[in-house]
Every structure is written in structure tokens, then in C-alpha cells.
């Protein structure tokens, strides 16, 4: 992601785009190897996402929000 970002072009919008396909991908995994369903829980992947959020969240300023909402794509 660091080097997918690492250019002269705005570029915030798809990072943000990458990390919620991470995620999507991350819990399709997790559920595909406990044989789970999409409206059952895990609880591994219940972790996973909040330490995942957490990292965003402290990575993350309201200048970076803005900057993304303000991207017409």
C-alpha cells in the first residue's frame, strides 16, 4: 500500500478503497477456513477487524477524512 501511495497524484481515495478490500477479503478468508457463514460470528475475525480499525483509526487525522470526502471519485 506504501508504495501504491507513494506518488505525485492524489491517490488517498484508492488506499481507502485497497483497505476496505483487505478487510472484505480478510473476513472472506477467515470464514471460508472456519466453514462459517457470512451472518455467523467469529470471534478471531471479530478481532482482527478491531485491531485493523484501531491501526486506521490512529493513522488517521479529520485532514485526511476531508481530503478523501473531497475527491470527486
Not at 24 to 50: C, V, W
Request: aromatic fraction near 12%; proline fraction near 4%.
Amino acid at each position: 500500500m506504501l508504495k501504491f501511495a507513494d506518488t505525485d497524484k492524489p491517490s488517498l481515495h484508492l488506499v481507502y478503497n485497497m483497505w476496505d478490500t483487505m478487510i472484505k477479503k480478510l473476513k472472506s478468508t477467515i470464514y471460508r477456513h472456519e466453514g462459517k457463514r457470512d451472518d455467523d460470528e467469529s470471534f478471531f475475525y471479530d478481532m482482527m477487524h478491531k485491531i485493523l480499525v484501531n491501526w486506521l483509526n490512529k493513522s488517521n487525522t479529520p485532514l485526511h477524512y476531508l481530503a478523501h470526502s473531497l475527491n470527486p471519485k
